[in-house]
C-alpha cells in the first residue's frame, strides 16, 4: 500500500512539471505553423525568420518552397466572424460589427468571409489582410480556441508576418497559461484591424 501511495505522489509530481513546462507564454515559441489541403498541399512555416509557404509537388512528393517571407497588409476590408452568434455578443462587439457594415463615405462597406475553419480563414487573411476572431460571447465566456495549441501559434504567425495577434485586450503572445486546454478569445490579421477592434473594446 505504502509503494503504490509512493508510485502516485511520484507520477503527481512527474505529471505537475510537465504542466509547468507546457504552460509558456508564447513568447517563448521557436516556430510554428500548419498544413492546408485544398487545391494543392500547403504546409505554412516560420521559424523565426519570417513566414514561408511549401507546396507539395505530386510529382516528386516533396514541398517546395513558393512564396517566402509573407507580409500580410497593414489593412484589410475582409472581416471573418461567426456572426450566427450576434445576439450572444456583448453591446462594443455589435457595434463594432454594426460599424464594419456600414459603407460609409466610401459606399464600400467591409466584406464577410467565413468558412468556418481557423486554419483556411487564417490563411486568406494572412494573404488578402483585414482580420478574424472567435470571440468571447454569452454562452462561451473565453471564446472556444485553446491558448497553447491554436491561438499562440496562430499569433506567432501573423507577427512574423507583420500582422497582430489579441484577445481584444493583450497580444496574445503576452499571455501566460494557466491550464494546459484554457481558452481565450482570438483577433488576428492585419495590425490596424486588430488595432481599430481594441478601441471598440477598450
Request: hydrophobic share 30%.
Amino acid at each position: 500500500m505504502e509503494f503504490d501511495q509512493n508510485v502516485k505522489m511520484q507520477l503527481d509530481s512527474v505529471e505537475q512539471k510537465c504542466i509547468i513546462n507546457v504552460c509558456q507564454p508564447g513568447n517563448n515559441l521557436l516556430a510554428a505553423g500548419y498544413c492546408m489541403y485544398s487545391s494543392s498541399i500547403i504546409f505554412v512555416l516560420s521559424i523565426g525568420t519570417g513566414v514561408y509557404v511549401f507546396t507539395l509537388d505530386p510529382m516528386y512528393g516533396e514541398f517546395v518552397l513558393t512564396q517566402e517571407k509573407i507580409q500580410i497588409p497593414k489593412s484589410g476590408k475582409i472581416y471573418s466572424f461567426n456572426e450566427g452568434n450576434y445576439q450572444l455578443w456583448d453591446d462594443k462587439l455589435k457595434k463594432y460589427m454594426d460599424d464594419l457594415k456600414d459603407p460609409g463615405p466610401t459606399g464600400k462597406p467591409y466584406s464577410a468571409r467565413y468558412i468556418g475553419s481557423l486554419v483556411g480563414d487564417f490563411h486568406r487573411t494572412l494573404l488578402y489582410g483585414g482580420i478574424y476572431g472567435y470571440l468571447r460571447d454569452k454562452k462561451s465566456k473565453n471564446g472556444k480556441l485553446r491558448l497553447l495549441y491554436e491561438c499562440a501559434h496562430m499569433s506567432y504567425l501573423v507577427e512574423q508576418a507583420g500582422g497582430k495577434g489579441s484577445d481584444g485586450h493583450q497580444r496574445v503572445l503576452d499571455i501566460q497559461p494557466t491550464e494546459i486546454h484554457q481558452r481565450v478569445p482570438l483577433y488576428i490579421g492585419s495590425v490596424e484591424e486588430v488595432e481599430k477592434l481594441e478601441k471598440y473594446l477598450s
